[in-house]
């Protein structure tokens, strides 16, 4: 990579989906909350309820099962007692992200903008990913989630950078939305949405980053 240069003064990752494949980690943790209210567990045919467990907020993602139910506050509390290590077996890191990250490390700064809450650190220490990011967007840092640009809008402002000058990759519809909002070039991993480009594995990224000089 001595060779080449970086088209972008920063690369912005989404967590889940593009880093982690989490799905499973989600089904388990908002079914073990269905299950404390003696309720069923989600239809894992239901597109749409996988598209937003996997996508949104904590918050919008309560919301969208539990806006106006009388139960909301019990499974909002109940919810905050789920510990993240116990969902750990069900994540896997996504293939090639590792490798990626080292070939684009010291060519363009590395960031993540995730509508996880909490977790990032864990997942940080957990996969062995220290050192490698210098800024991380979490949902408790802004007021307005993906896909609101806020986020986005943020990540820009710590690098001081154009939009132009990041590459935003996501995964879902709220990550394209977001980068759509906020000006950012944006990525596609393993779905079929409008984008700059679509991937399906980590190690295409490279020829998207980089120019020969």
């Known amino acids: ?74 499974a909002l509390s109940f ?51 220290a050192g490698y990011f210098e800024f991380i967007m979490t949902a408790s840092q802004v007021t307005h989630p993906k896909p609101h640009p806020e986020p986005l809008l943020k990540v820009l402002e710590h690098f001081d950078i154009a939009p132009e000058e990041a590459l935003f990759v996501g995964d879902g519809e709220v990550d394209m939305q977001a980068a759509r909002s906020a000006g950012v070039p944006f990525i596609s991993y393993k779905s079929h949405l409008p984008a700059l480009a679509r991937i399906q594995h980590h190690a295409e990224i490279v020829q998207h980053v980089f120019t020969p000089v």
């Not at 880093?19 to 045919?45: A, K, Q, W």
């Open 79 to 129: 919810a905050k007692t789920i510990r993240y290590r116990d969902l750990m077996p069900y994540m896997r890191m996504e293939d090639g992200f590792v490798s990626a990250l080292d070939q684009l490390k010291g060519h363009t700064s590395l960031a993540i903008c995730t509508n996880r809450a909490s977790s990032m650190e864990m997942i940080i220490e957990d996969f062995g990913l």
């Open 1 to 74: 990579m001595s060779r080449m240069k970086s088209r972008y003064k920063a690369v912005i990752y989404d967590c889940d989906g593009v880093i982690l494949d989490s799905i499973e980690s989600n089904y388990v943790f908002y079914n073990r909350i269905m299950g404390f209210l003696g309720r069923p567990e989600i239809d894992r045919s239901n597109s749409e309820a996988q598209r937003v467990l996997h996508t949104y907020s904590f918050g919008d993602v309560m919301n969208y099962f539990f806006a106006g139910d009388r139960q909301q506050e019990e």
